[in-house]
DNA sequence: AATTGATAGTTTTGTTAAAAAAGTCAGGAA
DNA sequence: TTCCTGACTTTTTTAACAAAACTATCAATT
């Protein structure tokens, strides 16, 4: 027997996945209720009763998103074997995090700067792990004594991370060409590898 | 006797400083040619002889704007007693540069990606400035044997600049405050003179 | 409890007219 | 000639409003 709430359940995440796909491919603007209803061969009046709201199916979609990229940064924390691995990860991870879901994340470039208190959660909570596998990756670095005593590594990784998101292709985009190619992508890449690099010597005796 | 020239370049120098008080202060979009003629009490008809249209007066006034600026920097190239003490100019220089010409700079914010290249002529230009104070400043400390030599200098500043670009207060913007307040100013001040400081770090031996 | 068609309410989009601003020009003053 | 202006034309921005597209609700049905 399958209870009613598992049955609910097994249909919120039908939805979400649904929801999911349209947002993914075309952002949340460019997704009508009614073709994700559409999708799932459901009335549109059918997601309402499972979601209060439009931005509430998307901020539940983002959750899950966001969950995943959590765990894929604590499954690793702790186990690099040197602070560099550490950064290469995080440059990776989270370059691969915003180009995945580039489209996805649509509703911050529209919301701007008012969004909604429970996707700030999200926000703050990922970037938060974020910190906390860097701060985590110092910290052991320096009990391996291979770097000097921090007492700012959140400070410190903080900067770090705001630094990397300062870094970009040379050419300043002299045109249009909204999302960069594959070389740029190359090239941020290198470049933040060449920052981490020298961010790391820069915490060494 | 003045010459004919001479008078044209006079009216066009008056010209020009209205027009800059103008921008500055209300920005591109919020002034009209009729203003700045009435300021000057003079027919806007007139700017037309002087000027061919609004856009090629405001790139005029931004060519003033921009070389006092570079003027500034060249002033100060190789004056410096240290690397750190270098980089500390720019960061201030470029900061106050920002700030105090943030409205005149709306033409970029309204246009964003389609400037006119002659505006790109002038960016490029004031970021080659600063390259190469900053790669002067390196080279020198390279000489005197404070850091360990570098094949790559251009690249390390171009990187620099694009890390400090990246900086930003703590609070991410949470409400729509445009324009950052003084505290936020000073945060990112001393997070830039620690990113700086940990630059130069990795660059010693 | 789960589901839907019909429908109410809201936001976005398109249309058009008026207002404002950019840009032109024939002609007058210096 | 060079400098300058008022009047005029053209282009852009704004305002108002109707149509269309969506979001969201709800009484009725399975």
Redesign the interface.
Known sequence: MISVTEQQDVKKERILEAAHHRFLHFGYSKTTMNEIAGDLAMSKALLYYYFPDKSQLYIAVMRRVADDYLKSLSDKINTFKDLREAFIFQIDTQHEFIVTNYNFFDFFRIN???LPDTI?EI??QVHESEMKLLVTAIETEEKRGRIKPVDNAE??V??LL???????A?S?????TMFPNKEHLDEIRT?RL??A????????Y
């Open positions: 701007e700067q008012n700030w926000v703050n400070e410190i903080g900067l705001d630094a990397l998101h300062g870094v970009r040379k300043i985009p002299h045109k249009k470049k060449l920052l690099d020298i961010f790391i010597k820069g915490l060494m």
